[in-house]
């Protein structure tokens, strides 16, 4: 018979095993590791042009660490978004007359959306079911002569290294905040915010698009910390980033990375 001391016991125990998953913390699923089949194109031309801002919500690219090392993902790949800030690793395959000989692989940030054209005939590469990847031209030139157009590659998620700390970029008004998290290191792809206020508790931000997160709440005057967390589950808490006279369009550096 089982005494009721080892029934709380194990109760308290099943409550906080559920506690620990419904918040994900240090529960890490892991990233998709594995290869799978894709096509790529390339858009704008050798300095970025065109790659710049996007659906993802970041801006000047070169300001916020991801350079050229970019892609934009077809609806498949995108995720409405989530998928933004993952990172990619990327290869040539099975095309002999455009795959450069041993030009091995390349690390792309999803950095924008690639839209489908339903009213396209041919070459309609971005739409659905199709996986797609739209890379920067210094990045497809890696892997095949830009002359291929369009070339097979085989992909996987990899952890995303980034130099620095996770960036808060906060817009807005006094009724309403819009964070834009940026290089964002690990699994890279922000699944869940929270904010708060020196003077509120922690409030949940809903994904407004692409990195962006909202949250109709005024924090004018208040010092603003972050809990972030990845796809992954991995979840990390951001102390006083912004100081209580942060103004809106003010970039702040969270100092750790994942
Ligand atoms: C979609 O494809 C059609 C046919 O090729 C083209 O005329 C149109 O400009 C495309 N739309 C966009 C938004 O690119």
Partial sequence: MVSSKNFFAVVLFMALLVMTMSTGIQIGSKIDGNWYDAHATF??????????????????????????????????????????????????????????????????????????????????????????????????????AYKAGIIPVRYRRVLCSKQGGVKFEIKGNPNWIVVLLYNVGGAGDVVGVKIKGSKTAWIPMTRSWGQNWFTATNLLGQTLSFQVTLSDGKMLQFDNVAHANWQFKQAFDGKTNF
């Fill in 43 to 144: 858009y704008g031309d050798m300095k970025g042009g065109e790659t710049m801002q996007g659906a993802c919500g970041y801006g000047n690219l070169f300001k916020q660490g991801y350079g050229l090392e970019t892609a934009a993902l077809s609806t498949a790949l995108f995720n409405n978004g989530l998928t933004c800030g993952a990172c990619f690793e990327i290869m040539c395959v099975n095309d002999r007359q455009w795959c450069i000989p041993n030009a091995g692989t390349i690390k792309i940030t999803a950095t924008n959306f690639c839209p489908p054209n339903y009213s396209k005939p041919h070459d309609n590469w971005c739409n659905p079911p199709q996986k797609h990847f739209d890379l920067s031209m210094p990045m497809f030139t890696k892997l095949a």
